[in-house]
C-alpha cells in the first residue's frame, strides 16, 4: 500500500458524542481512491455515525475530515460527488419508486438510466407502487439501484440490503462487481455480512465501539491470524508465548487462533504435527470484537483472553 | 490497486452543477409527483368551492333572492392553512430524502423557497382570475362570493395579487420555520417554538387589554385594510424565512 495518490477521504481525530454515548472517539482514518473498502464491525459500533460525518448528513463534535480535499458539510463541490445509500433513508410520502429514479439523474451527473432500468429489472421493482408499500427488500433494491446507476465517484453503501434474499443479493454483488471494473470508483461498503462480501473487499476497516481497530488490506487482514489445530500438549506448547486470539477444546484436541505466522514458524508447527487452517475475515473479525472464549473441554479453566498471554 | 488512474480520471470528470441548476433540481424534486404538490390543493380547492356552490344555489332558489354576506367567505383561508401544513410536512419528508440524493442544505432550502412560491404565483393567478369572473357574473348570477371576498378579491388588480401572494408566501415561511425546527429538533422544538409563538400572543393581548387598546387595534385593521395588514406581515414573513434557512442549516439527517 504505497500508492501515493489523494486520498478520497481523510478524517482525523474525528469525535462524536449523542449524549453522553461516545459513538466516535477519536478516529483517524484515510481511504485511499479506487478500491472497494468494508467498513465493518458490530451493531452501534459507530459505522453509520461515521458514515453521515464523512457526508456531511451529521456533525462531528471535533476533529478534520477531508473529502477529495474539501471539508464536506454544505459544501455542493464535494457532495454532487457522494451517493450514500443508506438502510434507513426516507422517501416522501407519496412517492413511488419511479420519482425516485426520475429525480436521480438531477442529482448525480453520471446516471446511467438504462443500467438503472436493467437492474430494476433484475431486482423486479415494481415502480408504481408506493415505496410505502414496498416490502423491507424491494424497499432496498431501491437504495441499491440508486448507488448503482449514480456512479458516483464516491459511493457508500450503509447495510444496502436488509431484507433482500440470498439470490438478490448475489444480484447485487455480480452487478456491484461488474460496474465497478468498467466503471471504477470507490466504494464503501458496510455490513454484517461479512463472509458474503470478503471476496469484494480490498481493503478492510474494523470500527468497535467508536474506535478503529483494524485498517488494513483485506489480504494482509486474512494473513494476520491462522488457527493451528492438534493435540492439546502440542497446541500448548506451540502457542506458549504468542498472542492468542482465540482457542476452542474438545476433548484433547485443541482449536487456536494466533496472530500472523512467519514461514519458519509455519513448518515448525507442521512439524510438530499440527494443522495450519486460514481464518476467514468474518472469524478473525468476531474474533477481535469479541474477547469471549470458548472452551468445552472441563478440566482446565477457559481463563484465556484476547490480549492476554497464555 | 490498477485502478487508481481511471479513477481519478473519472472523479476529474465529474462536473459540478452550477448554484442555479442545484437549486432547480431541489425545486423540480418537490414536483416530482404531481398528485401532493399540485392535484391535491386544486382538489380541496375544487370542492370547498363545489360545497359553497350548492349551498349559494340551494338558498338562492328557496329564497329567490339575491346572497348577501357572501363577501365575508373565509373559504379560501383554508387554502392558506392546508398550504402553511403542506410547507411543514413537505420539509420533513423531502428533506432527508434530498439529503440522501446529496443536496446541501443551503440548496434544499432555497430551492423549497423557490417550489412554494411557484405554488403561490399559480394559486394568486387563479384566485385572482376567478375573483374577476365573479366580479363580471355578479357572483354567478346570485352575489355569491367566494375569491371575491373583501379580504383579498375586491380593490384593484394589483391589490389582488399583493394580498393573495404574500399572504400565501407568509404562511409558507410560518410553515417552514416550523418544518425546519422540526427537521431539527423534532418534535420538542416545535413544542418550544410553539410556546414562543403563545408567549407572543397572550403578551399582545394582555398589553393591549391592560392598556385598554382593543379600540386602536381595531382601528388600525379597519385603516390598513387587508393590504396593509399584508404589508406589515412582510416582516414577520421575512424574519421567519430568515431564522428558518439558519436553522435548517445545522440539521442532521439521521436515519
Same mark, same amino acid.
Given at each position: ?310 | ?106 440548496? +434544499?432550502? @432555497? /430551492?423549497?423557497? #423557490? =417550489?412554494?412560491?411557484?405554488? *403561490? ?6 384566485? $385572482? ?61 416545535? +413544542?418550544? @417554538? /410553539?410556546?414562543? #409563538? =403563545?408567549?407572543?400572543?397572550? *403578551? ?6 391592560? $392598556? ?44
Amino acid at each position: 500500500m504505497t500508492d501515493t495518490a489523494t486520498p478520497v477521504v481523510e478524517v482525523s481525530g474525528l469525535t462524536k458524542r449523542f449524549g453522553d454515548v461516545v459513538a466516535l472517539d477519536d478516529v483517524t482514518l484515510t481511504v485511499r481512491p479506487g478500491a472497494i473498502t468494508g467498513l465493518l464491525g458490530r451493531n452501534g459500533a459507530g459505522k453509520t455515525t461515521l458514515m453521515q460525518t464523512i457526508t456531511g448528513q451529521d456533525f462531528a463534535n471535533s476533529g478534520e475530515i477531508r473529502v477529495f480535499g474539501e471539508h464536506p458539510v454544505e459544501n455542493a463541490k464535494v457532495l454532487s460527488r457522494i451517493s450514500f445509500i443508506k438502510e434507513g433513508q426516507k422517501y416522501p410520502d407519496e412517492f413511488k419508486a419511479k420519482h425516485v429514479f426520475a429525480c436521480a439523474p438531477w442529482f448525480y451527473e453520471n446516471w446511467d438510466a438504462e443500467f438503472a432500468a436493467q437492474l430494476i429489472d433484475d431486482f423486479q421493482l415494481p415502480v408504481n407502487r408506493r415505496i410505502r408499500k414496498l416490502s423491507r427488500g424491494q424497499l432496498s433494491a431501491v437504495g441499491v439501484i440508486v448507488g448503482l446507476a449514480s456512479r458516483a465517484p464516491l459511493t457508500f453503501f450503509d447495510e444496502p440490503y436488509l431484507g433482500l434474499d440470498a439470490v438478490a443479493r448475489q444480484t447485487f454483488y455480480d452487478r456491484l462487481l461488474a460496474d465497478y471494473g468498467e466503471h471504477p470508483r470507490t466504494i464503501i461498503l458496510s455490513t454484517h455480512l461479512i463472509d458474503e462480501v470478503a471476496n469484494m473487499l480490498e481493503h478492510v476497516v474494523v470500527i468497535d465501539r467508536g474506535r478503529i481497530i483494524m485498517d488494513e488490506s483485506a489480504d494482509s487482514a486474512r494473513e494476520s491470524a491462522t488457527t493451528v489445530v492438534g493435540p492439546r500438549g502440542a497446541i500448548d506448547a506451540f502457542v506458549a508465548g504468542r498472542r492468542v486470539l482465540h482457542r476452542e477444546g474438545i476433548g484433547g484436541l485443541a482449536s487456536v487462533t494466533v496472530e500472523r505466522l512467519d514461514a519458519d514458524e509455519r513448518r515448525e508447527a507442521l512439524a510438530a504435527g499440527l494443522e495450519l487452517a486460514p481464518v476467514s475475515l468474518q472469524q478473525l473479525i468476531v474474533r477481535t470484537t469479541n474477547s469471549a472464549t470458548t472452551d468445552f473441554g472441563a478440566e482446565e479453566p477457559s481463563s484465556i483472553k484476547e490480549g492476554t498471554r497464555s | 490497486m490498477t485502478a487508481i488512474s481511471t479513477t481519478a480520471a473519472l472523479r476529474d470528470t465529474t462536473a459540478v452543477p452550477s448554484t442555479g441548476r442545484r437549486i432547480w433540481n431541489v425545486t423540480r424534486l418537490h414536483f416530482a409527483n404531481r398528485f401532493s404538490m399540485i392535484a391535491l390543493p386544486w382538489i380541496i380547492i375544487g370542492f370547498i368551492y363545489l360545497v359553497n356552490l350548492v349551498i349559494w344555489i340551494s338558498i338562492f332558489a328557496s329564497t329567490h333572492e339575491q346572497l348577501t354576506g357572501t363577501q365575508w367567505s373565509g373559504s379560501t383561508m383554508y387554502i392558506f392553512v392546508y398550504f402553511g401544513i403542506a410547507a411543514v410536512q413537505a420539509m420533513n419528508l423531502t428533506f432527508r430524502f434530498a439529503m440522501g440524493m446529496s443536496a446541501t442544505r443551503r440548496d +434544499y432550502y @432555497l /430551492g423549497t423557497v #423557490v =417550489a412554494f412560491a411557484l405554488q *403561490g404565483l399559480l394559486f394568486t393567478a387563479v384566485c $385572482t382570475l376567478l375573483s374577476y369572473v365573479e366580479d363580471w357574473t355578479n357572483g354567478y348570477g346570485m352575489s355569491a362570493h367566494m375569491f371575491s371576498n373583501i379580504y383579498m378579491g375586491t380593490g384593484p388588480l394589483w391589490q389582488r395579487l399583493f394580498t393573495a401572494f404574500f399572504a400565501f408566501m407568509f404562511c409558507f415561511a410560518l410553515g417552514a420555520l416550523a418544518g425546519s425546527v422540526f427537521v431539527r429538533w423534532r418534535s420538542n422544538g416545535l +413544542y418550544l @417554538l /410553539g410556546a414562543i #409563538v =403563545a408567549v407572543l400572543g397572550v *403578551g399582545f393581548v394582555a398589553v393591549t387589554t391592560l $392598556t385598554g387598546s382593543w379600540p386602536a387595534v381595531g382601528a388600525w385593521f379597519a385603516d390598513s385594510r387587508t393590504v396593509g395588514v399584508v404589508a406589515w406581515l412582510l416582516i414577520p414573513m421575512v424574519v421567519s424565512a430568515v431564522i428558518g434557512y439558519f436553522v435548517l442549516r445545522k440539521a442532521p439527517s439521521r436515519a
